[in-house]
């Protein structure tokens, strides 16, 4: 499936050096974390070991016993041969049930998503953003707005990760990389609605159209608008 890489930082936030103390357990957390974001499509394959192993920090068998979890539960499928390596599972395994939610945890989840996200827009617009930074964003709204179905979700959170990229923050990324992986995964619980995707591509233009219009007061406002649909979808459909 064509589709534009990975910006560069958010490649090194995905792929940076893991925790000592649990190598293994957050290996496995990292590569699901690159799945659900959409970093590496389904179909697409991931990095070698060999390069994992060197970007994670940790050994050839740490990854490979990671990969082999992930096998495992259906993220992932390894290939052997000359055009071997390991794939991510198109399509991608479903909760067999609805995952269950404490309130608290949500609530936490989902305010925290608020301020990161209003402010990664808020100091996008208050840049003078370089041409590569105005290119990305264009690329990845273009690619949202005509995204199939099956694929929506994935490059709508590249464009959101894309502007947390873009903002001038180097330590803003990583937390929105974690707080939106934690939302993907509550999200990929329920089905896309054809009206809220039509909603979302409006918001989308109004939200790259200030950020790229240098109007922070405006960019900020116009994503908690965006996330509180979304917000209220997961609400409805979890709680």
């Known amino acids: 499936m064509p589709d534009h890489p ?7 936030t995905v792929y940076r050096p893991v925790r000592g103390g649990n190598a293994l357990e957050d290996t496995v957390a990292r590569l699901v974390q690159t799945v659900r974001l959409g970093v590496v499509a389904p179909g697409e394959s991931l990095p070698s070991e060999r390069d994992l ?3 994670y920090g940790v050994s050839r068998d740490t990854v490979r016993q990671a990969i082999a ?3 495992d539960a259906g993220f992932v499928v390894r290939r052997r041969g000359r055009y071997g390596g390991t794939f991510v599972a ?3 395994p479903r909760p067999a049930e609805p995952v269950p939610i404490d309130r608290a945890e949500l609530d936490d989840v989902l305010g925290l998503r608020r301020v990161l ?9 208050s840049l003078d953003l370089t041409d590569a930074a105005r290119s990305s964003l264009h690329e990845r709204h273009a690619a949202v707005a005509g995204a199939e179905e099956s694929d929506y979700r994935r490059l709508d959170s590249l464009l959101h990760l894309t502007i947390a990229e873009v903002s ?3 330590s803003l990324l990583p937390l929105v990389v974690e ?8 999200l990929d619980t329920f089905p896309l609605l054809p009206r809220n995707i039509e909603h979302s591509d409006a ?6 159209g200030t950020i790229l219009g240098g109007r922070p007061d405006a960019a900020e406002a116009a994503v908690l608008d965006h996330l509180a649909g979304s917000e209220a979808l997961l609400r409805g459909f979890l709680t």
Not at 6 to 12: A, Q, V
Not at 179 to 186: D, L
């Open 6 to 12: 990975p910006p560069h930082s958010l490649g090194r």
């Open 69 to 71: 979890e992930l096998a």
């Open 90 to 92: 198109d399509p991608l």
């Open 117 to 125: 996200e209003a402010g990664a827009a808020r100091a996008a617009a």
């Open 203 to 208: 918001q989308h233009e109004r939200i790259v």
């Open 168 to 170: 001038g923050i180097p």
């Open 179 to 186: 707080n939106r992986a934690r939302i993907n995964a509550w």
């Open 53 to 55: 192993a060197e970007r």
